[in-house]
C-alpha cells in the first residue's frame, strides 16, 4: 500500500463532523451551521491533513 490519503480523508471529515456535534451542544439552539463551521475553520487556518511523502520501501537481507 503506498498511503492511506483515503483514511487519513475519511477520518478529517469524522473530525469535523463530531467537532460540529459538540459545538453545536453547547445551547438549546445551534450554534454553527455547516456554513458558519466552515468559515470558522477557515478563519482558524486549519490545514487539510495530507500525506508528504511515501512510506520507503525497505529489504530485508535474507
Given at each position: 500500500m503506498a498511503g492511506n490519503s483515503k483514511a487519513l480523508g475519511s477520518f478529517f471529515y469524522w473530525a469535523k463532523v463530531n467537532l460540529l456535534k459538540w459545538l453545536n451542544r453547547r445551547s438549546q439552539r445551534k450554534s454553527y451551521t455547516w456554513q458558519a463551521f466552515?468559515?470558522?475553520?477557515?478563519?482558524l487556518n486549519l490545514a487539510k491533513p495530507r500525506i508528504i511523502r511515501r512510506p520507503t520501501q525497505f529489504r530485508l537481507g535474507f
Open positions: 466552515n468559515d470558522l475553520i477557515k478563519h
